[in-house]
């Protein structure tokens, strides 16, 4: 997760700035965001906050909003390609040489895995899955001891080679900007995460 701790001074002046003022960024902040990406996370809109629990703004996000032609023309020059999530309100790096490779397809499938999981455990929780994307709702203790309870459900994680079961696969996700720990014992998917899960939904009930 970035450090947003130097970045909030200069956050105004950089909206300001003319799109594509190669000047007006900092490299610090440019390389901040180039970690995020190299990390294999999405960068979303809106983070949360441990110290205050709730959700605040992301200023990577902001700044990628801001400057998007710049930072566009800039990750082409590097042989990639920002794209924007308009829906999900998040960014992603994809490799403009990147033919669906296997690592590639090996970490979609496994983010699917565990989207499809949480979500049909919701789902058939009676719970709207707009809730799991919010901080006050979500997955909470009991549903996480009922999913890691249930064992066709650690089969299918150990198939995804989640072999330490669900706290490994929810780590996973959380690592990728796609589900935030909100507590303990209570996660929630980001909207990016979100937006992820809708389309899988959508491509299954379409099959």
Do not use: C
């Not at 001074?9 to 901040?32: D, K, M, W």
């Not at 090996?106 to 919010?134: C, M, P």
């Not at 709702?137 to 330490?164: C, S, T, V």
Request: no cysteine; hydrophobic share 40%; proline share 2%.
């Amino acid at each position: 997760m970035p450090d947003f701790s130097d970045m909030t001074e200069t956050e105004n002046s950089l909206s300001a700035a003319p799109v594509g003022s190669f000047e007006q960024i900092l490299p610090a902040h440019s390389a901040a965001i180039y970690r995020e990406f190299l990390a294999g996370r999405v960068i979303v809109r809106d983070v949360w906050d441990n110290n205050r629990s709730e959700l605040r703004a992301n200023p990577l996000y902001n700044l990628l909003y801001n400057h998007l032609s710049h930072f566009r023309t800039f990750y082409e020059h590097l042989g990639s390609e920002l794209v924007f999530n308009e829906t999900g309100a998040f960014f992603f790096l994809k490799e403009s040489s990147d033919d669906e490779s296997e690592e590639h397809d090996e970490n979609a499938f496994r983010v699917q895995v565990v989207l499809l999981l949480i979500g049909r455990y919701f789902a058939r929780s009676g719970r709207d899955l707009d809730y799991l994307g919010r901080p006050g709702a979500g997955l909470n203790e009991q549903d996480l001891e009922a999913m890691a309870g249930d064992d066709e459900y650690q089969d299918i994680l150990r198939a995804a080679r989640f072999e330490k079961g669900l706290t490994e696969a929810l780590d996973y996700l959380e690592k990728r900007n796609l589900v935030f720990r909100a507590g303990a014992g209570r996660y929630f998917l980001s909207s990016a995460g979100l937006y992820f899960l809708g389309q899988l939904v959508q491509e299954y009930e379409q099959a």
